[in-house]
């Protein structure tokens, strides 16, 4: 079975500085999808960025980015330039390729992000 | 992004009644639609998978005669939490799926029973 981990429960930045969340993940599948999905107090799920496995080029979306180590796993998220509408929960998620009843996503614990002015 | 429209956004109810909460995905037809439970300051549990016109797919724990999901038609799905407790409150979450890559999220509901 597919799992996700987020090591991070809570993370702090500036305004304006980097911060980097981590996302560790399991599986045996070679095809599969990645997000960050963003939950802001009003608890709407709002995706941040999306990555094909079989892609090698990173993926990106204005200020967000992410490091995606196939080999290793590792799917970190990037946010570039800290604004106070980041604060927000964050969640690594996963998703097998194959479509139908195993294409549930699974999502890790998250991580809950401050932004400090 | 495509709309998921979840309704109500909270409702509060007596203790062993029963409770339906709908999901629609109001610009794209939802082929498989996904319900969560979230307690507070937690992750999003999967409680079930449901694809328009067959039965829905239980995660393991998880009370099917408790929590009843239809997913009559391709844009909407629903869920019932039946002779609902103190214990059954929570955030619910459903999401639906076009069978594309990415599944989009209705604004969720939050459950309370007293």
Not at chain 1, 27 to 32: A, F, I, L, N, R
Not at chain 1, 40 to 59: D, F, G, T
Not at chain 1, 74 to 90: C, E, H, V, W
Not at chain 2, 77 to 106: N, Q, R
Request: hydrophobic letters at 35%; aromatic letters at 12%; glycine letters at 6%.
């Amino acid at each position: 079975a597919q799992t996700v981990t987020q090591s991070q429960p809570e993370m702090s930045v500036q305004e304006a500085e980097t911060v980097t969340l981590s996302c560790t993940y399991d599986t045996s599948e070679s095809d599969y999808y990645l997000f960050w999905y963003k939950q802001p107090p009003s608890r709407q799920m709002i995706l941040v960025i999306r990555q094909e496995a079989y892609k090698q080029q990173n993926a990106t979306e204005n200020r967000f980015s992410v490091n995606f180590q196939k080999a290793a796993k590792s799917f970190s998220l990037k946010i570039s330039d800290s604004q106070l509408g980041d604060a927000a929960m964050y969640f690594c998620a996963y998703r097998s390729e194959r479509l139908g009843r195993d294409d549930k996503i699974i999502f890790g614990k998250g991580t809950r992000l401050h932004i400090l002015p | 992004g495509a709309v998921v429209s979840q309704h109500p956004s909270w409702v509060i109810c007596k203790s062993g009644t029963s409770v339906k909460i709908e999901c629609r995905s109001l610009d794209f037809q939802a082929t498989t639609m996904f319900w969560y439970r979230q307690f507070p300051k937690q992750s999003l549990m999967l409680m079930a998978t449901s694809n328009e016109g067959s039965k829905a797919t239980y995660e393991q724990g998880v009370e099917k005669d408790k929590f009843l999901i239809n997913h009559a038609s391709l844009t909407l799905s629903t869920l019932t939490v039946t002779s609902a407790h103190p214990e059954d409150s929570s955030f619910y979450i459903c999401s639906a799926s076009g069978g594309d890559t990415e599944a989009f999220f209705g604004q969720g509901t939050r459950l309370t029973v007293v």
